[in-house]
Nanobody, 117 residues
Framework: QVQLVESGGGLVQPGGSLKLSCAFSGGIFSIYTMGWYRQAPGKQRELVARITSGGSKNYVDPMQGRFTISRDNAKKTTYLHMNRLKPEDTAVYYC???????????WGQGTQVTVSS
């Protein structure tokens, strides 16, 4: 059973940076498309960024240029580098693993990111 564990969230001032990590276990990491989603209070969960098994990346427009997704297949870890953070980036950030051949999704428990002065 695939398990995802996020870390790296916290409180940061506007304009600051954070790096989130997602540790993967219980499967073959390299075949999964990995993604970061976020959910702000009272809002639906939304895609932030995604990286395929081949390394292709997609970003949602508001995060383009500020956030960078990456993966280390040897460490079975996915990262989200977040720069120039804004108060509206405040949310719980979730890691997602998608097996594209079966459309099976796995989710982490989430990590809170709060951007506030």
């Amino acid at each position: 059973q695939v398990q995802l564990v996020e870390s790296g969230g916290g409180l940061v001032q506007p304009g600051g940076s954070l790096k989130l990590s997602c540790a993967f276990s219980g499967g073959i990491f390299s075949i999964y498309t990995m993604g970061w989603y976020r959910q702000a209070p009272g809002k639906q969960r939304e895609l932030v960024a995604r990286i395929t098994s081949g390394g292709s990346k997609n970003y949602v427009d508001p995060m383009q240029g500020r956030f960078t997704i990456s993966r280390d297949n040897a460490k079975k870890t996915t990262y989200l580098h977040m720069n120039r953070l804004k108060p509206e980036d405040t949310a719980v950030y979730y890691c997602n693993a998608l097996a594209t051949t079966t459309s099976t999704n796995y989710w982490g428990q989430g990590t809170q990111v709060t951007v506030s002065s």
